[in-house]
């Protein structure tokens, strides 16, 4: 070896690629590629963002006080059991790097988030997939995957990609089945787009139990994602190992003051709400009517499938042609299918007429 080698494992990853957000040839593209918040952020959290401007030769805020307390009362929530950091992505890292190493495994549902899987490989341990049920996590094809080895179980409720959510009662069962030395993981981070009456975003097992955490995001309601900005709520004792492990100035100055005046905003997060909970629906209807598979979805996505990749990726070819980004998803093993964001009005709308130009063409 004439060179420093990395951890065994680490050169199984395949990295994650992120949506893509740029057409050669196109200069006014709309990316729909990532779920980003189609309102935008706050113009408050805008405003709290360009206040701090002077102040960016000052270190943040070590511990995010203002900001827990502004989730804290947001959500109902002790803030002494909130972790922030920069985007939900971290926190989950850390999480894996604190429970998970070489020879144990971290079981999440086949089409979960790439990142479960790749955190797992980082620290040496084992990914194990469960197989889905019609493009939702199967609760005991997850159970019959834990072993004595299993040291996290994440779920992402709802899922990315698929846009499907499990109950409250599932998600209970799952808790149930898994010993108390498994770390249940809920990774809520479309949470505030759900208004079905049997979901829970997992507080209340993180409440009950010792083994549970949740995690979110502003990244998506709260449209700032640039600023990659997420949070956790967990037990006591995980709150501990989170704050020995994180770096002391994790999440920036300018993160904490938006993300501080965008739980303020109470009208523009309804405002996103409403927006999503008018045009999810809408696009949905539109593409089946066009004989395309549309999967339900609780988030701020959905999933539509061609039925074959070949296809699929015509139509992304078609779409960013019209200057429309969608997102292809083979790496979770849904080659035939593509993601498209709910975007603004006139956006949503172009999915509609480049996808029916599409279908006629190929007729």
């Known amino acids: 070896m004439t060179i420093p080698q990395p951890r065994p494992g680490i050169m199984d990853i395949a990295p994650y690629v992120g949506g893509k957000d740029t057409v050669e040839g196109v200069a006014k593209v709309s990316k729909l590629s990532s779920n980003e918040g189609a309102l935008g952020p706050s113009p408050r959290a805008m405003a709290a963002y360009a206040r701090v401007a002077a102040e960016l030769h000052r270190y943040p805020d070590g511990g995010s006080e ?3 307390a502004a989730i804290g009362k947001r959500y109902g929530l002790d803030p002494a059991r909130i972790v922030c950091g920069a985007g939900s992505d971290e926190l989950l890292n ?26 797992a490989l980082g620290v040496g341990a084992k990914p194990v997939a469960a197989p889905e049920k019609d493009y939702r996590t199967d609760v005991d ?10 040291r996290i179980v994440a779920l992402a409720n709802p899922n990315n990609p698929t846009g499907s959510y499990i109950t409250r009662d599932e998600v209970k069962k799952l808790h149930a089945g898994l010993p108390k030395t498994t770390l249940l993981i809920i990774d809520a981070a479309y949470a505030e787009y759900v208004s079905r009456n049997d979901y829970d975003a997992g507080v209340e097992l993180v409440d009950r139990n010792e083994n549970v955490v949740m995690t979110r995001t502003f990244s998506k309601i709260y449209g700032l994602g640039g600023l990659r900005l997420g949070w956790m709520y967990g037990p006591p004792h995980l709150i501990d190992v989170m704050a020995r492990l994180r770096q002391p100035f994790n999440v920036n100055l ?12 109470t009208a523009h997060t309804e405002a996103s709400r409403v927006h999503n909970d008018t045009w999810l629906p809408w696009l949905s209807s539109e593409l089946t009517a066009l004989g395309l598979k549309v999967l339900p979805s609780v988030g701020n996505f959905i999933l539509v499938g061609f039925g074959a990749a070949q296809r699929a990726a015509a139509a992304n070819e078609a779409m960013m042609k019209d200057g429309l980004i969608p997102r ?3 790496g979770y093993g849904l080659a035939e299918f593509l993601r498209i964001t709910v975007g603004t009005e006139d956006e949503v709308k ?3 007429e480049s996808l029916a130009k599409f279908v006629a063409a190929k007729k």
């Open 66 to 68: 203002k900001l827990r």
């Open 94 to 119: 850390l999480l894996v790097r604190s429970y998970c190493g070489p020879g144990d495994e971290l079981v999440y549902s086949k089409h979960g988030f790439l990142m479960y899987a790749i955190n």
């Open 328 to 330: 292809m998803v083979a």
């Open 141 to 150: 094809a997850m159970l019959a995957k834990v072993t004595d080895r299993t």
């Open 350 to 352: 172009a999915v509609r």
């Open 254 to 265: 300018a993160a904490q003051a938006a993300g501080v005046a965008a739980l303020e905003d």
